[in-house]
């Protein structure tokens, strides 16, 4: 593993980061984003509210929560459990929605952008697709949704499960920005072989991107305590996101690329 090819490609992505036609492509998708959460929260946060309330209420939820934060300490939180866990049963979903978007309209710019400047002549052998990419976001999203659940039981232990979340979204990240990066350079046996041989290094920068987005996901938590400022915070926490995966986006984009071209290198030279 090539640590120093990892903290070379941050640098990079760092400094693209700031560049005005990135920040400007973190806009789209926001807006995108902004507005289908807008939208499914207006229509539907009170009815999980309430439905949380009455699944509580049937299964004496409220004791049992009392007694474990309590028990943890944290016994103020117990008049905000409810919104609490629907926003949190609806964190992933606005991750998800934030990836993708990033990951569908903000990719194929950072790739063209990269290229141009570092890689002109690079040869592109489009070894993935955009139904390839959705697909391959769509069913890593889904495992990431089944383990997101059965890991909700640490949020008794908050260091471990801030540790275990982050671990996921950078499971999550990595799959997704890896096909993403190589999907428009790489032919498929090479993104395969590229994805196999980094796969290290790919969960490394995802999981550190993981822990950055974690700064996002405490606004969206804290909305739980102020409803009156929740529109603001969750706003402000979908664009911090959109930034977050943003510069993940160009951190695999040029870290995919210098190990596409060391690839094709070595290849040369065996033939």
Known sequence: MNLTAIAHAWGRALLAQFHWRILFLSLLPFFLSLALWGLALWWGMQDLVDFIQAFFVKHEGFKTSGAILEWTGMLAFKTVIVPFIAMWLLLPFMVLTSLLATALMAMPVISRHVSRATYPDLEQRQGGSLIGSVWHSASSFFIFLLLWLVTLPLLLLPPLHFVVQ??????????????????????????????????????????????????????????????????????LAIWLYVLVFIFTGLWFQYYCMAALQQHRSEVNRAN
């Open 166 to 235: 982050g671990l996921l979204l950078g499971w999550l990240t990595y799959r997704v920005m890896a096909y993403d990066a190589l999907a428009e350079h790489a032919d498929a046996a090479e993104r395969l072989s590229l994805t196999r041989q980094h796969r290290t290094p790919f969960l490394i920068m995802g999981t550190i991107s993981g822990i950055i987005g974690g700064a996002p996901m405490l606004l969206w938590v804290g909305g739980v305590m102020s409803f009156v400022f929740f529109p603001f915070l969750a706003g």
